[in-house]
């Protein structure tokens, strides 16, 4: 269990995901996921390029 202030810090509340990153400065405590984040944009760029055939594929 985390200290409260440290849940008020990352701005936590139950069911929220909490993602630990390994640094060379220790173990970073972080909400932000740089992979997913990574991901997203990759698919975004995607769904901007072929927006066309992926309507089609949804009808």
Do not use: S
């Not at 405590?29 to 390029?49: C, G, S």
């Not at 066309?52 to 594929?57: D, E, G, I, N, S």
């Amino acid at each position: 269990m985390l200290p409260r202030e440290l849940l008020a810090r990352l701005r936590l509340e139950k069911g929220d995901e909490l993602f630990a990153l390994e640094t060379p400065d220790g173990i970073r405590l972080t909400t932000y996921d740089p992979t997913l984040a990574q991901q997203m944009e990759v698919a975004e760029e995607v769904m901007r390029k072929r927006r066309t055939l992926l309507h089609k594929l949804a009808q």
